[in-house]
């Protein structure tokens, strides 16, 4: 029986969890449909899912159709939730995208269907709620092709929309022949000659999806199930099956992990090729530098996970035994890279403790929710005993709270949130320590050019002195620090592309006394590179320069074309750039860019500005050099290597203390 991986997204509130119930229960796998309201659906286990009705963190639930074995991966739809959806693309062999006949395209929706043409992914479109006072297919459907923009092929239409008798009419109109002739020479000579036999239009049309070419359109209503079934035809039909050989080298990508009840790390993996079994020893991690003893694994089969002994490509699996396992590990040989499909988050938050709540106890815990979440940061200021978090929305916020609340009994509140900003690199700045000599304390030399490097490429760092002229774990030590220290440059934001190049390099050969062994004393140690590059690196900064970038959100507003005089003179106060104006009628578009730092005030100001019919979606596009007012500056967290002095005061004081 063939496997296929798919995934469910969507918009908030677009019915997605009630079309998974729906699913689960045409397969035969639940007797009862639960509902979203009463908090007792199949994929929603967490409390606090079921308190709210939305959608925290993906699950896996599998199901048997007619020689296909559906794992299903539900997902949230929230924006705030974004890191949840973006771990589970990776392992997806197709993706239902549901959309509301309600309300219609949403910016999640757009977002979401950007990526998944860019990964490739066939997807086939579900215009749920049909049975919804208000629904309208045709809308609907000419939404769909105006804001995604992508080819789309109806598979019939919805009769009786807004009313409970709603109902899907299956039927392949003749335009789906023109859009599948458009990629298809022959077929277009065909169409051209006189028609497409159905069969060769159905062979067209699975071959044209299964390429992420086309996008197959089903209407219907997860509650009432009108629909569903053809749906599930067309998963069964259209969605190629999960590939990889069960006899090669293992290779698998981990995309979630959480904890069991005795505080164990379980790994949730996609097998792209060879077996898992248990107690094998398996190479793990980016470098695959860690090997762990597998203890335990299941498969999802008949709606529920069970053990067994081994799970082969294709599979995905719940695996115990890899305690230093995170989300974006490689099992085995590395096979397809992970990568953030979705912006970072760009806001930050202090997090602070209540009454009773020991700060130390809430750094540690902090740090586990981030192992299940690796978008969202964690960062500690030892000095100020504070604790920050990195988030997407104060959704996401309300959530942390929550859990942390309820699993954990740590109550907590939260400062105002604030915009995480970058630095770049002004231009090139060269830096050198040299061993023993200007009041360098450490037996080290090193010297480090920094370059500025395009958004995106990342750090680089590279040599220009030769690799045997030192231990390569002093070179080692040097890379490691270099990547950490950036964490925090000129104005304490991260520095996220650059190049460091290391000019010079330097060491104290190890010596020794008769009868007396190693001198520590007199013999450089990684401490001593640890030590020095901090202070290298951050006088390279210095020299180069660096600015400081805020992210900026990319909008498209929809609004009254009336209200345009009221509304532009507020988006320039905020800093935003219309850079294109349309008129629909009596409505206007206006699209442009405006700062991250200013998106909430103006989705508050927007329904007073246009007598509440403004329609506003963003969405994260760059960051650009901050404009306007003073320059932000973070609070560091580190020994601050931009001051010499309390610098090498701080770094001796540990090493004094025995804690370097």
């Known amino acids: 029986m063939h496997l296929l991986n798919l995934g469910i997204l969507a918009h908030v509130d677009a019915g997605k969890t009630s079309l998974t119930e ?128 992508v080819p789309l092929v109806p598979m019939g239409r919805p009769a009786a929309p807004g009313t409970r008798a709603a109902r899907f009419v299956p039927d392949l109109a003749p335009a789906a022949a023109e859009v599948l002739a458009e990629h298809d020479d022959e077929l277009l000579a065909a169409y051209l000659d006189g028609g497409i036999p159905d069969g060769r239009l159905h062979a067209a049309l699975a071959a044209q999806t299964r390429s992420s070419r086309v996008h197959p359109v089903y209407f219907g209503s997860a509650i009432t199930g009108a629909g569903v079934p053809e749906l599930v035809g067309g998963v069964e039909r259209l969605l190629p099956p999960a590939d990889g050989d069960p006899h090669g080298p293992l290779s698998g990508t981990v995309f979630k992990v959480e904890r069991g009840p005795a505080g164990e790390k379980i790994a949730y993996a996609r097998l792209r090729a060879g077996t898992l079994r248990v107690r094998d020893r398996v190479p793990y991690g980016a470098a695959r530098r860690v090997t762990g003893r597998v203890t335990a ?26 305690d230093g396992i995170r989300i974006g590990d490689t099992l085995g040989t590395p096979g397809r890279a992970y990568e953030h499909h979705f912006a970072p988050p760009t806001l930050e938050t202090v997090v602070v403790p209540g009454p009773g709540t020991d700060r130390r106890t809430l750094h540690l815990v902090l740090t586990q929710l981030a192992e299940q979440d690796p978008l969202i940061g964690v960062r500690h200021d030892e000095r100020r005993g504070e604790t920050s978090v990195s988030l997407y929305g104060e959704v996401q916020k309300e959530v942390v709270q929550a859990t942390l609340a309820e699993e954990f009994g740590l109550e907590v509140t939260f400062r105002e949130t604030t915009t995480l900003c970058v630095e770049r690199p002004a231009g090139t700045g060269h830096a ?59 104005h304490g934001w991260q520095v996220p592309d650059c190049t460091v190049t290391m000019t010079h390099s330097g060491y104290s050969p190890r010596q020794s006394h008769a009868h007396q062994g190693f001198d520590k004393s007199m013999s450089s140690t990684g401490y001593d590179f640890r030590g020095l590059t901090p202070l290298v690196l951050a006088e390279a900064l210095r020299r180069a320069g660096t600015v400081v970038h805020e992210p900026v959100h990319r909008f498209r507003l929809d609004a009254p074309a009336d209200t345009l005089g009221a509304l532009l003179p507020v988006l320039a106060r905020l800093g935003a750039v219309p850079e294109s104006t349309a008129a629909a009628g009596a409505a206007a578009v206006l699209e442009g860019t405006v700062p991250a730092a200013r998106v909430h005030e103006l989705q508050q100001r927007l329904p007073g500005l246009t007598r509440g019919e403004g329609e506003l979606e963003t969405a994260f596009d760059h960051y650009a050099p901050i404009a306007r007012g003073a320059v932000p500056e973070r609070p560091r967290t580190d020994h601050n290597p931009l001051n010499r002095k309390e610098y090498l005061l701080n770094v001796m004081r540990r090493t004094g203390d025995g804690t370097a």
Request: aromatic fraction near 6%.
């Open 297 to 322: 694994v299941s498969v999802f089969d008949g709606g529920t996970d069970t053990r067994q002994d081994h799970a082969g490509a294709g599979r995905i699996v719940k695996v115990w035994g890899l």
């Open 432 to 490: 050198v320590e040299f061993n023993n000599k200007d009041g360098n304390p450490f037996l080290a030399t090193v010297g480090l050019r920094v370059e500025p490097a395009p958004p995106g490429a990342g750090v680089a760092f590279r040599l220009e002195v030769e690799l045997g002229s030192m231990p390569y774990a002093f070179f080692k030590a040097v890379e490691d620090t270099v990547r950490e220290s950036l964490g925090q440059g000129l």
């Open 22 to 149: 729906r699913l689960l229960h045409t397969a035969g796998v639940i007797e009862e449909i639960g509902s979203v309201d009463d908090g007792n659906t199949r994929t929603d286990t967490l409390a606090l899912e079921r308190r709210r009705g939305i959608t925290i963190k993906s699950a896996v639930v599998s199901f048997p159709l007619d020689g296909v074995t559906v794992n299903l991966i539900d997902t949230p739809g929230h924006p705030d939730f974004i890191a949840e959806v973006e771990r589970v693309l990776g392992i997806l062999d197709g993706a239902v995208l549901v959309v509301s006949a309600v309300e219609g395209v949403q910016a999640q929706t757009r977002v979401l269907m950007r990526t998944l043409r860019r990964l490739g992914i066939p997807t086939l479109i579900f215009v749920n709620k049909i049975d919804r006072r208000g629904a309208n297919g045709s809308a609907v459907l000419d939404q769909l092709s105006r804001r995604l923009a």
